[in-house]
DNA sequence: GTAACTGCAAAATATTTGCATCCTT
DNA sequence: AAGGATGCAAATATTTTGCAGTTAC
């Protein structure tokens, strides 16, 4: 039934960016670390089929962005990244936390398949940064 | 410092819908409530404002639209939204989940400002409606 | 009267789609 | 050779901005 994927060069740059990258990334991340390389939709097109792979999972920043990060537990078809992301407000970097947490109960009749759990501060560069300025 | 803001006939039509409805609602749900007679410009600019002043808080959904609700225990500059959002991933519903829970340990430094959690699956209507094809 | 507010049009940003061509299997 | 993959251009979707005219205070 699914798609028989290729493996493909392009394929293998978009996947060596995201394990060398300890956050997740956007489209303009990929785009300045390839470079401009890779079409705008090709990246795309590739991230979203590591996501129905399950190779990667996708976070909605809080800037209107989608970012993408590693799955580490996950297989196709089935998502399992319940765990919490930590998006800084000033520098954008998402983190995946990799720790899970207690699942929150939610109301009778709801069914979960999927939680985002984005975290907003400052990240440790951010806030001596901050802290830095400060003091002068 | 602040803006001194004026109270509009059109911001009350604004605030009347976000209070009525009990979901959080995006842009195009504003449009259709208020069938267009708003300029989109203009319930943008308002539903930032209510942010700004701590009225609303804004839910990024995973369908990469912004969605707006009310705040409960906000006031100007110190947003406390530490509740959990769901999305029905069939009818894109959010709900705002009033249930405060243990905040995530963050490793050392990262310092939080906000939390946004959202769990996306079935609301009880698209399970019900989904099971009820399902026997057919 | 003044500064905030609004509507309209246009711009900016992020992502997707159509299609011709290329490349992996 | 067949069908998935890619690049280019254009389209779509969401949100923002500039500006001129309007309105609340």
Redesign the interface.
């Known amino acids: 039934m699914d798609i028989r994927r290729r493996n493909t060069k392009t394929k293998q740059m978009i996947m060596t960016v995201l394990s060398d990258s300890s956050s997740a990334l956007c489209y303009e991340d990929f785009e300045k670390q390839l470079s401009g390389t890779i079409d705008k939709a090709t990246v795309y097109r590739i991230l979203q089929g590591f996501c129905d792979d399950g190779k990667v999972h ?1 976070i ?3 800037n ?1 962005k ?1 970012y993408y990060a590693l799955c580490h537990h996950c297989n196709s078809g089935n998502h399992n990244d319940n765990h ?1 992301h ?1 998006q800084c ?1 000033r520098c954008q970097t998402i983190l995946c ?1 990799d ?1 899970q ?2 699942i ?21 560069d951010c ?1 001596n940064e901050i802290a830095d300025y400060e003091k002068k």
């Open positions: 996708k909605s920043g809080n209107g989608t919490i930590f407000i936390i720790k947490f207690s929150p109960v939610l109301p009778p009749g709801y069914r979960m398949t999927d939680m985002h759990c984005l975290i907003s501060g400052h990240c440790p806030f």
